[in-house]
């Protein structure tokens, strides 16, 4: 029977903690599911020595980087490198995002006590030292009780437990490495969602019936990356939805990455993977973020923090160097530790493309379910005023665009989604209002 040889995973699940307040059994559920289902040589077929399992009381910090290590040392460019990490997640008290580990003590539901937890550096800093070229890291942490009031028949729980890592973790991790893409169970402001009758969460059902082969295409022998994704996404959305909930697990990717075997498909035989015909763009219609660094532009051996490369620019060798706004054309090269490098992009300025984007929010609210507490025209009128606003350019009131969108937080915070991710938009040629008035939006936070 085949093998996915060059396939090696880490699935974590922290059902149970030492502080028991804060347990979810159902994150082991998840986790043994996804470790089952790679093991399986009838399904995934990644050979059991490649693959970790740990959970509960074994499902330490230390474990954990000891696994990420072990993987290191053993994989080679060409693999398949395969995390999950189910339980908790949370800002520390230094205001960091750690993923919590049976061991870590917390501080309330929303904050964990650092030092005794997985680190986002540390999480980082193990990414860099694999050397494969592809690397799927999903994380389930942030757990709902608008589905269930409690996450254990016994044991009654505040609402909502834990944060999804923020998207600046998203993007270094992208950084670690060439072929790393990250899939979280929900965006920044939703959770992730179980029935309390159910063995699993709906990430956590999606993602082991997913890899089992359900839902999901045969593509020569393969499972792949968008794939996976495209059914993620539609099948946790849907759980959510039958509860009036919006759940939807969101994609982080480098532009250009793919085609991305996970697994094998039901254990066949795979063919040519060249001739697999795996998708090579996140499907349309979810919330997948391709992260783009402009057309033409070459980057190479950028490390260090806070890199920002756009448009047409030419990057070598930039170690510990702040980039802001590489201009078209730009030439930057083996820039010292600390430099600040910062020049202007001209954009062109299209209300065209502005209407463009903020269409989609208007259709989102045309298929938005009908609200007793607020009107789908109550809600298009405070899209309009952001887009009116932002169409001013560098004239745009940043504080009154703020007002709104907190507006959109309260009213309809699904639609606040659809609304900032039209106003943080990589399309080439958006307007220079775009960017402004977001930066301004973002500092004024």
């Known amino acids: 029977m085949a093998e996915f040889t060059q396939g090696h995973a880490l699935v974590v699940g922290v059902g149970n903690y030492k502080d028991t307040a804060y347990s979810v059994p159902i994150t082991y ?3 043994k599911g996804v470790y089952d289902a790679l093991i399986n040589p009838a399904v995934c077929a990644y050979p059991p020595n490649h693959v970790t399992f740990l959970f509960n009381e074994n499902a330490t910090r230390a474990n954990i980087l000891a696994a990420l290590k072990t993987i290191a040392g053993r994989v080679e460019k060409g693999d398949s490198v395969f995390i999950f990490l189910a339980g908790h997640g949370a800002p520390a008290d230094d205001g960091t995002w750690h993923f919590a580990t049976h ?13 005794n937890a997985l680190r986002q550096t540390e999480l980082l800093d193990a ?8 690397i799927l890291l999903l994380i389930n942490a942030c757990f709902s009780g608008l ?3 409690a996450l254990a028949p016994s044991t009654p729980v505040p609402p909502t437990l834990g944060t999804p890592p923020p998207d600046e973790l998203s993007s270094a991790i992208l ?7 990250i899939i979280t169970a929900s965006r920044g402001n939703q959770y992730s969602m179980f029935d309390i009758g159910a063995p699993r969460t709906f990430f956590g059902d999606a993602l ?7 839902g999901v295409s045969n593509k020569n022998g393969y499972i792949g990356l968008f794939e996976l994704y495209e059914w993620l996404y539609k099948r946790a959305q849907q759980g959510a939805s039958k509860y009036q909930a919006v759940q939807e697990p969101v994609l982080t990717i480098l532009q250009g990455v793919g085609p991305f075997p996970v697994a094998l498909y039901k254990g066949s035989t795979p063919g040519n993977l060249a001739d697999a015909g795996l998708m090579t763009l996140p499907p349309p219609n979810t919330a997948a973020n391709v992260v783009t660094i402009g057309a033409g532009a070459t980057v190479s051996n950028i490390t260090g923090s806070n890199n920002t490369v756009t448009q047409n620019s030419n990057n070598q060798n930039i170690s510990g160097s702040n980039v802001v706004n590489i201009g078209a054309g730009a030439n930057v090269s083996q820039a010292a530790a600390g430099t600040n490098i910062q020049q202007t992009i ?14 989609s929010v208007y259709q989102k609210v045309d298929a938005r379910p009908d609200d007793p507490k607020v009107t789908k025209k ?10 009116n606003e932002v169409s001013k350019g560098e004239d745009a009131n940043a504080n009154r665009v703020k007002r709104w969108l907190e507006d959109l937080q309260d009213i309809a915070p699904d639609i606040l989604q659809v609304t900032a991710a039209a106003l943080l938009n990589p399309i080439a040629g958006v307007a220079k209002a775009i960017e402004l008035v977001a930066k301004k939006v973002q500092a004024a936070n």
Do not use: H
């Open 29 to 31: 559920n998840d986790a």
């Open 103 to 115: 061991e870590t003590e917390f501080a309330s539901i929303k904050s964990i006590k650092s030092g």
């Open 127 to 134: 990414l860099r030292a694999i050397a494969a070229q592809k």
């Open 147 to 149: 589905v269930a009031p």
């Open 175 to 181: 950084r670690t490495g060439e072929g790393r893409v």
């Open 208 to 214: 082991v019936q997913g890899l089992n082969g359900n």
């Open 346 to 359: 001209t954009y062109s300025t299209s209300v065209g493309d502005l209407a463009t984007l903020f269409q």
């Open 378 to 387: 109550e809600i298009k009128d405070v899209v309009q005023d952001i887009e």
